[in-house]
């Protein structure tokens, strides 16, 4: 087979970069660091094939790229990338979808028993010394089980959510998505415990309301002041799918001067999160650094993954998970 140009613009673990070398001649080159800026400008005209993530690929970059034959992007979010352009010009965009769905939807679950019994603040208060005598109501937190959740997106992680909420926490489910599922075939532990709902109804019921969208023309600020203002009073936010999709300014009114109780955010709209953003240090904030996928095992299932869409991509066979540029 003809041993192919592969840029590789984030690090992949030593296994991963050992079967792409096996086959192809592979360049490391993050565009992010100084020191290896150069080396991607220089690598990036003659690249077949480019594997990474957390980089705009965006219609300038791939004005430079003029052999690429597939992008493969180590994460399911495809919002980096110039759908429209890959798209025109046949180029293959591969993700890496299913393989991290349980270890974000830990991670979502883990926001929200946090922010509902408020497990950092109570933990800092321990390590402050401030625990001094047994603590009072105002700092009680409430119950996450048996509590309404109301999901916005109902995919791959959302529904991994709802299994979590509906069969561990005997939470009653709600979904706003693009269009009902059918879960007697693809979820039926879920049939009877998850309703497709109005957006005005499942804010005006959820006692958390749980973003897991894609970042896409149609979402973006979608959560903004009139999503907020109908959410019902003492209502928790969680965000684990794009910082974007949310006005953060309203989210910020919501917790000021409405009714939201609480927000939990892995994600944000310019990440890393500036230091002067006020959500960073809201008392009623809680938020992580994006890491949602961030385990050992999922990190390396996704690379796993993602080395596979690129070998086959380029020996001409049809990857195991290409993201679909025409239905964005
Ligand atoms: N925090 C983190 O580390 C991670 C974040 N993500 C984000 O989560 C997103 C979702 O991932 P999956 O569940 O695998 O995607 P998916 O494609 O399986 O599900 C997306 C859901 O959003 C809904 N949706 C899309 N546009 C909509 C709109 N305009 N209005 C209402 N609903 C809409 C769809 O109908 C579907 O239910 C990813 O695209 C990524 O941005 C994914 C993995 C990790
Ligand atoms: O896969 C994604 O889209 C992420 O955000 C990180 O896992």
């Not at 979820?187 to 879920?190: D, T």
């Not at 600020?221 to 903004?224: A, K, P, T, V």
């Given at each position: 087979m003809t041993r192919k140009n592969v840029l590789v613009f984030r690090e992949l673990p030593d296994d991963q970069l050992a079967r792409l070398q096996a086959a192809h001649e592979v360049t490391v080159a993050n565009p992010r660091l100084d020191a290896q800026r150069a080396a991607f400008d220089a690598a990036l005209p003659l690249a077949h094939g480019l594997i990474g993530s957390s980089f705009p690929v965006d219609d300038a970059l791939l004005a430079r790229?003029?052999?690429?034959e597939v992008v493969s992007s180590v994460s399911v979010g495809v919002d980096n990338y110039a759908l429209a352009s890959l798209q025109a010009r046949g180029i293959l965009l591969c993700h890496t979808p299913g393989v991290l769905d349980e270890t974000v939807a830990d991670t979502v679950f883990a926001l929200l028993m946090a922010t509902s019994r408020r497990v950092v603040e109570l933990s800092n208060l321990v390590r402050d010394g401030a625990w001094t005598k047994n603590i009072g109501e105002d700092l009680f937190g409430f119950d996450v089980h048996g509590k309404t959740l109301g999901l916005l997106g109902f995919g791959r992680i959302g529904q991994a959510i709802a299994r979590r909420a509906a069969l561990g926490f005997g939470m009653p489910v709600l979904y706003h998505a693009r269009r009902p599922v059918d879960l007697a075939s693809q979820?039926?532990?879920?049939q009877g415990r998850a309703v497709h709902t109005p957006l005005a109804e499942l804010l005006a019921r959820a006692d958390f309301v749980v973003a897991m969208l894609p970042l896409s023309d149609s979402t973006r600020?979608?959560?903004?002041a009139s999503v907020f203002a109908a959410m019902r009073p003492g209502a928790v936010f969680i965000n684990g799918g794009r910082g974007a999709t949310v006005q953060e300014d309203a989210l910020l009114a919501a917790l000021d001067h409405g009714t939201l109780r609480a927000a939990g955010l892995d994600v944000f709209a310019t990440e890393p999160l500036p230091a002067a953003s006020p959500l960073r240090t809201h008392p009623r904030v809680t938020p992580l650094p994006h890491i949602g996928s961030a385990t050992h095992e999922t990190r390396h299932a996704m690379a796993e993954l993602a080395t596979t869409n690129l070998l086959q991509a380029l020996a001409g066979e049809r990857p195991a998970a290409v993201f679909d540029t025409a239905s964005a």
């Open positions: 790229a003029p052999r690429l979820a039926p532990e879920l600020g979608m959560i903004d």
